[in-house]
């Protein structure tokens, strides 16, 4: 058994049960064994790799908990011109050991590896691309990766514009050359004035500059691909049409062909429409990246810093650290992620989230680099800087998106891996067929209802050249490239109309499942609703005796009647006297015990109190209960807030205050019980209203046929009144759930088959949003790393929801047309050709054309807005 033996460092191991437990998890993979040195934060790993994978390894290591260190780089390549130049690629540099995982664009011209630094070396894998053929652009050079990739680009479209202009120049007195002999017979001389050489000469002296400047590179890469990779791509085609047209035409001009005609001007004219194919190809390929380009414009130059003497020096963005104060004047954009210190102004943020209408930013509030300030003087203290900013994440998260394309993909390579030895099989088939029975052969395509066959059929040129014509036209006419560019061209595209809206998709196969989803599960607090919970009621209430509650205005009239508004001030306050408590001493009793909590119903409890003017006192001790509310040791004695079980637990009959906790629930509101060393003192109420958009987006999503729940940790009642607001079901709602439970209730609503997309906070929501088919985060334009999510939407935005929904139905739409076109291109092109119905030149721009078309038809998607479902002829209205 030929093993591979690795050693991967991994991090998180704690104790030598950790040892013990990664060796498990890679010896429980076929053909794996393993000895992890807890020591060392070693593993040394042995695995059969026809039986395991690296990544395997890498995957067990993971799924144990553990983090195995790898680096991942993504590398520019030129050179690549299908889909079997990608599969090369992959090949090439996942046989290096220490290599994870390779994905190669052949779209957007790049590789996105993942290895073992302790394995292999980024140098390794420049020169296994290399070795390959294709040309990588290393890192160390001026500028960054991405300026030397675009100068690449850039160099490789001046490159075929002067191929295409040269081969054009020499290729057009060979059109003219053969129209006079089409309609103006006898026109050209049979020799080269002067000269005893026959008048073909000529056209041999333009078409060779042509075939050793246009065809050098394609006859190289198909020596390359067949000889040193083993894998025939689209150059071996265009050398095989090309070659044999002039070799042909050669031999025939020497003599060795007698009365054979001569075909310079298809050879020629095959490099020239070819070279023009890939030029356009290429300025396509630019214009479909340049929305993530534009973003990268946006960021800022420089950047006014203000010094701690309050002097300000204007620095290169490149040298703005954490804690900064940056100036930010009206017009100009803010230089990077922060929070405003001083001053107030509205910022256009609709570069990074979609949002078109300026947001007022004030102090404490965060702002996103890149954006724009509109018109007051803000004074930003950076807390993001370089690769942490949110334009860069987003950049990143677009490109790690387009490097991991849709399964739809695995069709297309299917058939392209098979596709050019099956297109070379056939030419050889039909071009054997038609010189072995040309005659019947003819008069069988004669009688089909279609034009008449190239060149004037076997009759009119001899059987041996005809069946070299077919041959030629059978190879040039399939185009592998044009099915390799059908899915990453509408991926790339559509991931960058995500990215402009403010949705980004953590991958092509995201971007593929997000479409599928047939139900959607809405977390309340912060999704639904705005988050932000506000103090809204404090109700004193009447000792169960009384059977009753006294509202706020009756304790404002006992307190007014000279009663004791704190009934601890002397110390012999009698707890259950009503009289003795008011509203002012409900929220002091509350707003201590809350004071230490960090709960958004704590914290808005402590506001609200502040608000109302009682500050908070001194608190000893703070319990949390999860879901069920907090216990306090403060200086009014101990404090229990929060829900009926949580009170009875303590003794404290919940009873009287039950009708006033129905009421404001049914408003909405979320209720919570205040009790105080064992006696009952009242209910206070907290809201968080409903976002504007969220009735909107529920209807949206239905009236798609998509299911929509609701899932909150909230009571029933609120529950049910935030449903009722924005349009979900009674049915469809799960109240009190707490946060552990929550992916159990998402796997619950799945349980029939449902596809369900859950839409959280990325945090607290973690693992629904990893139970769910689809994750999507909602969360702020400065936190777009949010590792749980599928989907990460830049606004807290529950429409954007939708926005999620078209941009997938839209893209997966526009990749089923482009492989529609590529398969369906070549499905009626090749049998054509295998007919003797095209001249070879004539087929060479048809397979031209059709990497174009595919591309051209993936551009015109950039103009699509994801606020309207997917149409499509939407772009005409």
Known sequence: ???????????????????????????????????????????????????????????????????????????GVTGMTCANCSATIEDAVGSLPGVISVDANFATDEATVRYDPAATRLSSVYDAIEDAGYEPIREGGDGDADERRDAAREAELARQRRLTLFGAALATPLVAMLLLELFAAGTLPEHVPGTALPFGWVAFALATPVQYALGREFYENAYKAVVVNGRANMDVLIALGSSTAYGYSVLALVGALPQAGLYFDTAALILVFITLGNYLEARSKSQASAALRSLLEMEADTATVVRDDGTEEEVPLEDVAVGDRLKVTPGEKIPTDGVVREGESAVNESMVTGESVPVTKEPGDEVIGSTVNENGVLVVEATKVGEETAIQQIVQRVKEAQSRQPEIQNLADRISAYFVPAVIGNALLWGAVWFLAPEALASFVGGLPLWGLAAGGPAAVGATEFAVLVFASAVLIACPCALGLATPAATMVGTSIGAQHGVLFEGGDVLERVKDVDAVVFDKTGTLTKGEMTLTDARVVAPATDGAAATTDDAADGASAGQDRDRNVDGDGDAAAAGAVTEEFLLAVAATAESGSEHPIGEAVVAGARDRGVDAGDLDVLQNVSGKGIRARTEHGTVVVGKPELLRADDVDPAPALDAMAELESEGK????????????????????????????????????????????????????????????????????????????????????????????????????????????????????????????????????????????????????????????????????????????????????????????????????????????????
Request: glycine share 8%; hydrophobic share 45%.
């Open 670 to 877: 979320t209720a919570m019980l205040v009790a105080l060393d064992g006696e009952l003192l009242g209910v206070l109420a907290v809201a968080d209203e409903v976002k504007p958009s969220a009735r909107d987006a529920v209807a949206a999503l239905r009236d798609r046929g998509v299911d929509v729940h609701m899932i909150t940790g909230d009571n029933e009642r609120t529950a049910r009144a935030v449903a009722e607001s924005v349009g979900v079901d009674e049915e469809n709602v799960r109240a009190g759930v707490l946060p552990s439970d929550k992916a159990d209730a998402v796997e619950a609503i799945q349980a029939d088959g449902s596809r369900a997309m859950m839409v959280g906070d990325g945090v607290n929501d973690a693992p629904a949003l990893a139970a769910a088919f689809v994750g999507v985060a909602i969360g702020s334009g400065t936190d777009v790393a949010i590792e749980a999510a599928d989907v990460t939407l830049m606004r807290s935005d529950p429409l954007d929801v939708v926005k999620a929904i078209n941009v997938s139905e839209g893209t997966l739409a526009k990749i089923k047309q482009n492989l529609f076109w590529a398969l369906g291109y070549n499905t009626a092109m090749i049998p054509l050709a295998s007919l003797g119905l095209l001249q070879p030149v004539l087929a060479a721009a048809a397979m031209a054309f059709s990497s174009v078309s595919v591309l051209a038809n993936s551009l015109l998607f950039r103009r699509y807005d994801p606020d309207d479902r997917y149409r499509l002829f939407g772009w005409l209205r």
């Open 1 to 75: 058994m030929d093993t591979h033996r690795v050693t991967v460092e991994v991090r998180g191991m704690t104790c030598a049960n950790c040892s013990a437990t990664i060796e498990d998890a890679l010896e429980g993979l076929d053909g794996v064994s393993a000895d992890a040195n807890y020591a060392t934060d070693e593993a040394t790993v042995e695995y059969d790799p026809e039986r395991a994978s690296l990544a395997d390894v890498y995957d067990a290591i993971e799924s144990a908990g553990y983090d195995p260190v790898a680096e991942s780089v993504t590398v």
